[in-house]
């Protein structure tokens, strides 16, 4: 009783904080959305559609600090302190690097990127401005998902949530000033709220960094890059060649998932401005359930992960089975209570009606599969992962989302030529065919490595 307590609370002390963390972070989408909103359809359109390519590195990002976590965890597990601080730095590198790399395709040619979503001049022309100014987020966003992958690990997951908090209120403070024109700031529209959240992503790096620093100290832990003899050389290589096995399959899982989803958009965005509208007024509200539960898929990665490091296998096993129960109790909650207030939150939005109810029906399609997503993030997303076997997830969101997901939007939306909502609903069924074969996946307990 006493050790399923304890289960309980460590699960608690990490999925809280994440949690909260990740609706905070989800919070700068929405307040961008809600006040954007009020600008009607086409700025909805412009700042969904930039998002949704800035989206690409935010998921690849998201792999390369999914795989510092898998990596640091497990040998925490093991109390390997050396090979915990090369896992650090070595994700840090990385993630700096592909920031750099997407600041510059994003700066350079915003039109022509843009131009690959949507027809309609105007909402390419908003679009574009937000994507350049956006991009500068990339870099703070970079060292703050290692830093903060780094201090969930070590079970300090509250310290970046003060981060969020304080980010969150600047941004939505700046928000105001810049979209609407207050104070005596021009009014600038979608570049206002794009040079808010470039603002609040980087003073919330500065924070976690002092956090993370000021939390080191105190725990005597020393992070250090220093030249290896042989036997530490040899050592790094094979964690080298280990690291590659973990991250190639993330990168081209992520990638190839969020290529997946800029497909899907392209189809919204060809159904017509206001259909694209409609599925951009949902994003916030899908991004806000999903990050409710994000923080169970977080715990899942750090606990499963560390109990194998430390080679026991049973509880990883039983504590797997547990952590996907919680998140499918919670997903079904939110979901009806989605449905009943889908109607109040459309009325938010300065649109047309038609609109909004499109949004209505979008939302009543995501609420029906959304306790599926979230298994698939807990389950694939953070269990089975945190063995090392990211081959096993890449393929089976390579089938989910190119051999079902994507023939189905296509046929959907310029075949069948089917309402957004219907698109939306079919090519979403590809969750519950990755939903079943990564159970099977997870009964077979092929995934239970040890680093």
Same mark, same amino acid.
């Given at each position: 009783?006493?050790?399923?307590?304890?289960?309980?609370?460590?699960?608690?002390?990490?999925?809280?904080?994440?949690?909260?963390?990740?609706?905070?972070?989800? #919070?700068?989408?929405?307040?961008?959305?809600?006040?954007?909103?009020?600008?009607?359809?086409? &700025?909805?359109?412009?700042?969904?559609?930039?998002?949704?390519?800035?989206?690409? %590195?935010?998921?690849?990002?998201?792999?390369?600090? #999914?795989?510092?976590?898998?990596?640091?965890?497990?040998?925490?597990?093991?109390?390997?302190?050396?090979?915990?601080?090369?896992? !650090? !730095?070595?994700?840090?590198?990385?993630?700096?690097?592909?920031?750099?790399?997407?600041?510059?395709?994003?700066?350079?040619?915003?039109?022509?990127?843009?131009?690959?979503?949507?027809?309609?001049?105007?909402?390419?022309?908003?679009?574009?401005?937000?994507?350049?100014?956006?991009?500068?987020?990339?870099?703070?966003?970079?060292?703050?998902?290692?830093?903060?992958? /780094?201090?969930?690990?070590?079970?300090?997951?509250? @310290?970046?949530?003060?981060?969020?908090?304080?980010?969150?209120?600047?941004?939505?403070?700046?928000?105001?000033?810049?979209?609407?024109?207050?104070? !005596?700031?021009?009014?600038?529209?979608?570049?206002?709220?794009?040079?808010? $959240?470039?603002?609040?992503?980087?003073?919330?790096?500065?924070?976690?960094?002092?956090?993370?620093?000021?939390?080191?100290?105190?725990?005597?832990?020393?992070?250090?890059?220093?030249?290896?003899?042989?036997?530490?050389?040899?050592?790094?290589? &094979?964690?080298?060649?280990?690291?590659?096995?973990?991250?190639?399959? /993330?990168?081209?899982?992520?990638? @190839?998932? #969020?290529?997946?989803?800029?497909?899907?958009?392209?189809?919204?965005?060809?159904?017509?401005?206001?259909?694209?509208?409609?599925?951009?007024?949902?994003?916030?509200?899908?991004?806000?359930?999903?990050?409710?539960?994000?923080?169970? #898929?977080?715990?899942?990665?750090?606990?499963?992960?560390?109990?194998?490091?430390?080679?026991?296998?049973?509880?990883? %096993?039983?504590?797997?089975?547990?952590?996907?129960?919680?998140?499918?109790?919670?997903?079904?909650?939110?979901?009806?209570?989605?449905?009943?207030?889908?109607?109040?939150?459309?009325?938010?939005?300065?649109?047309?009606?038609?609109?909004?109810?499109?949004?209505?029906?979008?939302?009543?399609?995501?609420?029906?599969?959304?306790?599926?997503?979230?298994?698939?993030?807990?389950?694939?997303?953070?269990?089975?992962?945190?063995?090392?076997?990211?081959?096993?997830?890449?393929?089976?969101?390579?089938?989910?989302?190119? @051999?079902?997901?994507?023939?189905?939007? @296509?046929?959907?939306?310029?075949?069948?030529?089917?309402?957004?909502?219907?698109?939306?609903?079919?090519?979403?069924?590809?969750?519950?065919?990755?939903?079943?074969?990564?159970?099977?996946?997870?009964?077979?307990? &092929?995934?239970?490595? $040890?680093?």
């Amino acid at each position: 009783m006493k050790t399923q307590e304890k289960f309980r609370q460590t699960v608690f002390k990490i999925a809280f904080p994440v949690t909260l963390q990740s609706l905070l972070q989800s #919070s700068f989408s929405v307040i961008d959305q809600v006040m954007i909103g009020q600008l009607g359809s086409g &700025s909805i359109a412009g700042i969904g559609l930039g998002g949704k390519f800035a989206s690409i %590195y935010s998921v690849v990002l998201a792999a390369v600090a #999914s795989t510092a976590g898998i990596m640091i965890a497990q040998y925490m597990g093991a109390e390997d302190d050396k090979a915990v601080s090369r896992s !650090f !730095f070595t994700n840090l590198a990385l993630s700096l690097g592909l920031a750099a790399v997407f600041l510059v395709l994003c700066m350079a040619f915003p039109e022509a990127i843009m131009g690959i979503y949507t027809k309609d001049g105007g909402t390419k022309e908003l679009a574009a401005e937000y994507l350049r100014i956006f991009a500068v987020s990339f870099l703070p966003m970079a060292v703050s998902s290692i830093v903060t992958t /780094m201090l969930r690990c070590m079970e300090a997951a509250s @310290l970046p949530l003060f981060a969020s908090i304080f980010a969150l209120l600047m941004n939505t403070g700046l928000n105001y000033l810049l979209i609407f024109g207050k104070w !005596f700031f021009p009014a600038m529209g979608v570049k206002g709220a794009a040079l808010a $959240t470039v603002a609040a992503q980087t003073v919330s790096c500065g924070m976690i960094l002092l956090f993370f620093g000021s939390y080191i100290r105190r725990r005597k832990m020393k992070l250090v890059l220093r030249g290896h003899k042989e036997r530490e050389r040899l050592e790094a290589e &094979s964690a080298g060649k280990q690291y590659l096995g973990i991250l190639c399959p /993330m990168l081209a899982c992520e990638f @190839l998932w #969020s290529l997946g989803e800029n497909i899907y958009t392209v189809v919204y965005g060809n159904l017509g401005t206001d259909a694209c509208a409609a599925m951009t007024m949902t994003i916030p509200v899908q991004t806000l359930v999903i990050g409710a539960l994000s923080g169970l #898929s977080q715990a899942s990665g750090i606990l499963i992960g560390k109990s194998l490091g430390g080679q026991n296998y049973g509880k990883a %096993y039983s504590e797997s089975k547990k952590l996907m129960k919680y998140g499918f109790l919670g997903s079904v909650l939110l979901s009806v209570l989605l449905i009943l207030t889908s109607s109040v939150y459309v009325k938010i939005y300065n649109v047309e009606p038609w609109v909004q109810e499109t949004t209505r029906q979008i939302l009543f399609a995501f609420a029906v599969i959304s306790p599926v997503k979230v298994q698939n993030m807990i389950l694939g997303g953070g269990i089975i992962r945190s063995g090392g076997k990211t081959k096993y997830i890449m393929w089976i969101d390579f089938i989910g989302t190119w @051999l079902f997901g994507v023939p189905l939007a @296509l046929l959907s939306g310029f075949v069948w030529k089917l309402p957004i909502a219907w698109v939306y609903f079919i090519l979403s069924l590809e969750e519950c065919v990755r939903f079943c074969i990564t159970l099977v996946v997870f009964r077979k307990k &092929s995934w239970m490595k $040890t680093l």
